[in-house]
Every structure is written in structure tokens, then in C-alpha cells.
């Protein structure tokens, strides 16, 4: 097996962690360890990013409107950089979020965050994606016509 | 036109303003609506204002809805302003539809087409009858959840195109124009006519399609897909140099397959008119699907004769914010216009004496 | 990319502050006007050229970096969002470390003087050194102006750059934490 290149786990625990609430953050960093002391370097700021379609789905791109995002970047008391870009206008989720990916590029760190923040935050988004899945599933048609009944 | 500074009002305006806020609020016995009440509950409102006001943000298209007091153009007049307060970040990298989280995914060109029919949350076989319960306040059983998630379906234009069937779209990699950076000029590419279809008016999208359908402008236009459900937002920060999710949202599709005679070039097939809309707004999307097929007549060597078919026309119309600014602008006062139509009018009638 | 240095402290509120001072600057020609926002930029930007960009450069403004300023690339990047132009001659606002021949710089036209470049010039004094006489708009009697670190033909230089009015570009004079702005509609005499 090939070796992933080192930002593919960053990419999923930021992926993770741009979908948690501020409260589901504060709740899990509860159960761990401290995050080391840190300065913002960036924000926490509001703006926006454009968000962008393709002509028939799969044309040349159009501009479709914009939505807001919140970004943040600190560095940690051990030197590591994080940083969070996250949909919405919460400040307080950007800055933990951003801490947390410091912590999360951490080794001695890394294992404990996985474990305590970021695997059951995923696996609750995994949970409510698959709950509407299942939703959306019992909708659908189940056609029969006469010749199959006559079988 | 001209315009006159007029001083006076100020007392009349405060006062109004004042009158305005106590009869937004109502009466004080009745509890003070929430924003996350009309988030949950006025979900097709919220979508609509962020549609229109060209702005994804439940939590402030429902504060918008809740100080325009339900005005949905006011409301998305308020997004509008609120976005020009924003830094742009950046640009985020086209949303992939065919790895949407479903909700819905219907098609009527198709009774078994892969992954088949998801109804979803649709009003379309509901009887249209007034529900006393809700007046009551009940509280529905829990949704029905199958065994089995759906998982992401293919979509159906591209089933189609696999065929050969319809007309393939490709990425020319141009870098598609932004109207909230350039004024809209004529003539305007598909990238800048989507763009304005995604935030023009439901009302002017719905008329304008409604009319194609009644002959100005005609395409026999089948559903080939609705689709509603999430997909993900992805940006690359320069300082990262990767890409990242920033979360999801709320889109609804609408392919539509169109009849094509074909030209001295193309062979006949199928061609398609496109909607991609925020939120959960079925009647927009397909209504953007119709206007944007109308206006490639055109482009597809029709002829382009019908209102639908007018790019200019529509696109100067379709935006409701510009719209609203400038008819009711006429509410403003004209005194000073008004005073020499007025004399114009005395002089004719003294000469014409 | 490496990062280590944040930006202003306050972004809103401390850009209000420098452009505030950008703006004295520009509209009384010679007065000396300082950043007081706590600001530590990379070396070798120093405050106030750092504060500038900060406040004026955004992702829709080019800006051009003489290669002296290499190591505060990343640091402008990340803050302002632009990517440094590598075109010098149409760049909205260029940094320099040593005056350049204004004439190649954006001079903007007749229709659109606005499209002209803005030059940042870090200079070692703006209380010493050569002195100078500043005369227009903005100034209700001549003003006199020390710099030490601007080439022996400056007056000269400026003096072609101030006969293309409405054209021309515009020079801000940057030492430590303060800075002076030379509008294009100045002209500058040798005291």
C-alpha cells in the first residue's frame, strides 16, 4: 500500500470539524486533555466564499451566490499553526476548530484528539446523514404492473 | 429625472419607524417569534430569501424574514446589504450534484431509471386541503426510515448523455463572470444568465417558464431530473494548499430535457435547459431550467421571438431587488418634477385656449 | 507556507486607524503621521509600510514586492489575501527597498488618474537628512520635509512625475512607525 500523503487525515478531521456545533466541541474537549495555550494569528473574521455550479451539471462553471464562512488561525505554545474555515458566522466554532487542528498536527497530541473529538463527532455525522438516507430510501416508488402481479 | 432635498420629515420618520417595530411585533401577549422557529418552520421562506438575496445563511435569512415581517423581497433586500459588509474569501470549487446527499430524485422521462423514484419531503401528492391539526399544534409520528440508506444516484443527464442522446456539456475552464463584480452587459454568456436566474424572482421565473409552456416560445420540456438534497462546499485556502470541506448545503436540481430538431451541423437530439437553486425551492429551479432553455434559442439556431426568449428582457427583469428599488422609488417625493409637468400641462391648456 | 506572525490585533478598528492616518497623510502633504497599532511584522517590513498594506491591499488590489521583501510575502498573502504580482509596471501598489524610475511604475490615464500605482518606499529618516520645500493642495504655506535615505536627484524625479498631473503616481515614505505621503499633486522644491 501506498502512503496517503500527510494532509489527507488533516483534510478529514477538518472536514469534521467544520461540521460540529461550538457546543458539540466544547462538550468533547471536555473529555480530554487541555489544548496547549495559543495566539490568533488570523480572525476569528466573517466573509464570504462563492459558491459555484456547472451549466447542466456538468458544463463550464457559473457563479451560483455566496454563503458565509468564518476563519481562524492560531498558533499553539508548541508551534503548530491550525486553521478552520467553517460555513456560517460562528465565531467560537472557528476558534476551536482552529485550535484544535493545531493540537490535532501535534504527535504527541494527535491519537487522544482522534479518539475523544473527532471520531465520535464523525461518527454522528455519519449517523444523521444515514438517518436521512434511510429517510429518503422508505420514499421511494416500488413500481409493479398487472404483469407482474399476474406471475 | 431630478430629485429635491426636502428637511421636515425627520420627526414623522422616527415616529414611524417606532409605530413600525411595535407592529412588528404584535401583540406583546403572543410570544416573540424566534429565529430558529422560523428556520425549522418557515424552512421554503428561508430558502427563497437566500436564493434571492444571493446569500447561503439560514440563521440570518430568518432574521430577515422575522424584521421584513415576512416580506420576502424586503428580506432578501437585507441579505443583499448585509453581503456588501463581507470580505470574499475566495471561491469555492463547483458543487458536484451527482454526489448529492438525497433528499428527493424524481424523473419523468424514466419510470425505472437507476437507483429509481425518492419522493422525499414533497407537497405533490398532498390534497391541497387545509390541515386542522397543524392549526392545533400536533406534533407528527416520526418520519418512516428504510432499512437500507439510498445512496447517490447518477444523474440523469448524464445517463442520457452516455447514450449520446442529448447534448454534452464541457468544461471550457473560462473563468465564469461574477455579477456582484461586474455590472450585467450585454451580450451576456450562460455563466452570467445562470448567475442571475439563481438569484432572480420565483414569481418572474415562474411566469416567464409558464409562458414558454403556453406557446411563447416553446421547447416540449420534460422533466429529465429534480433532485434536493446536500452537498459539500469544498474551497482550497492558499495557505493550506489542499482542499477542505467547509460544510454543507442545500441545493435543488432541475435538468430538463428538451426536443431539438437539429441544424446543418448537429444531428437531432436532445438539448437541456438548467436549475440549480439554495434550499428546497422546486418551482424555481424548474422555472430557471425553462427561462434558461428559452434564452439559448438563439444559440441552437431557433427562432428567438418570445418574451423567454429575450435575454436582455429577461435578465433586466428578473432581479426583484433592482425591481422593488425602482418602483418604489416612485413613492419618493417628486415635488419638483411633478410642479413642471404641472405648468407644462397649464401652458397647453392656455394655448389651446 | 510559514506563519508565525499574526496581523493587527483589532482588524477592523486598527485599519480604521491607519487609513485614517493614510488619508492625513495624503491630504496634508509632509506632515508626519504614526501608526500606533501594536503591529510586528516580518522583517524586513517595517510597521507603518506593514500597516499600509494591511489596510489598503486586499485580494482585488495587486501588489508588487521588491525581492528584498521575500520573507514577508507569506505574511502579506495571509493577510491581506492577495498574491504578489510579479509585474511591477501595472501593480495598483508597489513596496520598494530603493526609489524606482517612477516613469515605469502604473501612471494611470487622463480618464482613470486612479488606475496609477501607489509606491511604498521604506526610508531610514523623515526627521533628517536631505531637506525639501512641499508646495499644493492641502498645504496653506510652503512645508519643509527632511528624508535621509532618497537618491541626490529626487526633486528632479518627482518633479516629472508631478508635471503628469492628473497622471502620476503616488509615493508614501515609510520609517519605523511612521509615515509621510507625497500626493502626485505636489510639488516638491530643495531647501
Known amino acids: 500500500m501506498t502512503a496517503l500523503p500527510p494532509h489527507v487525515a488533516r483534510q478529514r478531521w477538518m472536514s469534521v470539524l467544520a461540521r460540529a456545533t461550538a457546543a458539540d466541541l466544547a462538550d468533547r474537549l471536555a473529555a480530554c486533555p487541555a489544548l496547549p495555550d495559543h495566539i490568533r494569528l488570523r480572525g476569528p473574521e466573517s466573509g464570504l466564499v462563492m459558491l459555484r455550479g456547472r451549466a447542466g451539471g456538468a458544463g463550464s462553471q457559473f457563479n451560483l451566490g455566496e454563503m458565509t464562512v468564518t476563519r481562524c488561525t492560531v498558533r499553539n505554545a508548541d508551534g503548530f499553526v491550525g486553521h478552520a474555515y467553517i460555513q456560517g458566522r460562528d465565531h467560537a466554532t472557528a476558534a476551536l476548530a482552529a485550535a484544535l487542528d493545531a493540537g490535532l498536527q501535534d504527535p504527541a497530541r494527535q491519537p ?37 402481479m399476474r406471475s | 429625472m431630478a430629485y429635491v432635498a426636502v428637511k421636515g420629515g425627520e420627526r414623522a420618520i422616527d415616529n414611524a419607524h417606532a409605530w413600525l417595530a411595535e407592529a412588528r411585533r404584535g401583540n406583546p401577549a403572543v410570544p416573540d417569534l424566534t429565529l430558529a422557529q422560523i428556520q425549522q418552520q418557515m424552512g421554503r421562506a428561508v430558502d427563497r430569501v437566500m436564493a434571492e438575496g444571493a446569500l447561503y445563511d439560514p440563521e440570518l435569512a430568518a432574521l430577515a424574514i422575522k424584521q421584513a415581517q415576512g416580506d420576502l423581497i424586503e428580506a432578501a433586500f437585507l441579505l443583499r446589504a448585509y453581503r456588501t459588509t463581507l470580505p470574499r474569501f475566495g471561491y469555492a470549487a463547483p458543487v458536484d450534484t451527482a454526489a448529492m446527499a438525497l433528499r428527493r430524485r424524481i424523473s419523468a422521462v424514466y419510470k425505472d431509471l437507476p437507483g ?21 399544534g400536533a406534533t407528527p409520528p416520526p418520519a418512516a426510515e428504510a432499512a437500507e440508506p439510498a445512496a447517490a444516484m447518477p444523474r440523469v443527464a448524464d445517463i442520457l448523455a452516455q447514450e449520446g442522446l442529448i447534448e454534452t456539456h464541457t468544461d471550457t475552464g473560462t473563468e465564469p463572470g461574477d455579477l456582484t463584480r461586474e455590472p450585467l452587459a450585454f451580450p451576456a454568456g450562460r455563466d452570467i444568465r445562470l448567475q442571475a436566474l439563481a438569484r432572480g424572482d420565483e414569481g418572474f421565473l415562474l411566469a416567464m417558464g409558464y409562458s414558454t409552456q403556453r406557446g411563447w416560445g416553446g421547447s416540449h420540456p420534460f422533466v429529465g431530473e429534480l433532485r434536493v438534497g446536500e452537498v459539500t462546499v469544498e474551497i482550497t485556502p492558499p495557505e493550506l494548499g489542499f482542499a477542505i470541506d467547509i460544510g454543507d448545503i442545500t441545493l435543488t436540481e432541475c435538468a430538463l430535457v428538451n426536443q431539438f430538431k437539429g441544424s446543418k451541423t448537429v444531428p437531432p437530439q436532445f438539448t437541456s435547459g438548467y436549475g440549480l437553486t439554495f434550499g428546497h425551492a422546486e418551482r424555481k429551479a424548474m422555472g430557471m431550467a425553462l427561462v434558461d432553455r428559452a434564452m439559448r434559442a438563439e444559440e441552437l439556431g431557433e427562432d428567438a421571438t418570445a418574451p423567454a426568449q429575450n435575454i436582455e428582457f429577461v435578465l433586466y427583469h428578473s432581479d426583484n431587488i433592482e425591481g422593488t428599488g425602482f418602483v ?25 385656449k | 507556507m510559514t506563519l508565525s506572525l499574526p496581523g493587527f490585533a483589532d482588524p477592523v478598528a486598527d485599519a480604521q486607524a491607519c487609513f485614517r492616518a493614510v488619508l492625513t ?22 510597521i507603518a509600510a506593514a500597516a499600509v498594506l494591511l489596510t489598503l491591499v486586499d485580494g482585488d488590489t495587486s501588489l508588487y514586492l521588491a525581492d528584498h521583501f521575500a520573507n514577508a510575502a507569506d505574511w502579506l498573502r495571509f493577510h491581506c489575501g492577495t498574491d504578489p504580482s510579479p509585474d511591477r509596471t501595472t501593480a495598483g501598489f508597489v513596496l520598494a527597498d530603493s526609489l524606482p524610475d517612477l516613469a515605469t511604475l502604473a501612471q494611470g490615464s487622463d480618464e482613470a488618474p486612479q488606475d496609477s500605482a501607489t509606491l511604498l518606499l521604506p526610508v531610514e529618516s523623515l526627521t533628517a537628512g536631505a531637506r525639501f520645500t512641499l508646495r499644493g493642495p492641502g498645504l496653506q504655506a510652503p512645508t519643509p520635509l527632511a528624508v535621509t535615505g532618497l537618491p541626490p536627484d529626487f526633486a528632479a524625479r518627482w518633479a516629472a512625475n508631478h508635471a503628469q498631473f492628473p497622471r502620476g503616481i503616488d509615493l508614501i515614505l515609510c520609517a519605523g512607525d511612521t509615515l509621510v505621503a507625497l500626493p502626485r499633486s505636489l510639488s516638491l522644491g530643495e531647501a
Open chain 1, 112 to 148: 487522544d484528539l482522534l479518539r475523544t473529538v473527532i471520531e465520535p463527532l464523525a461518527t454522528a455525522q455519519a449517523e444523521q446523514r444515514a438517518a436521512q438516507a434511510r429517510r429518503a430510501a422508505a420514499t421511494k416508488v416500488e413500481f409493479f404492473t398487472m404483469a407482474t
Open chain 2, 116 to 136: 429509481g423514484q425518492l419522493l422525499g419531503p414533497t407537497y405533490d401528492y398532498t390534497h391541497r386541503l387545509l390541515d386542522f391539526l397543524l392549526a392545533a
Open chain 2, 328 to 352: 418604489e422609488h416612485l413613492k419618493l417625493p417628486h415635488y419638483v418634477d411633478f410642479q413642471s409637468e404641472l405648468e407644462a400641462i397649464r401652458r397647453m391648456r392656455e394655448d389651446t
Open chain 3, 25 to 46: 497623510a495624503m491630504s496634508r502633504p509632509g506632515t508626519p503621521q504614526r501608526i500606533t497599532s501594536p503591529l510586528t511584522p516580518p522583517a524586513p517590513l517595517g
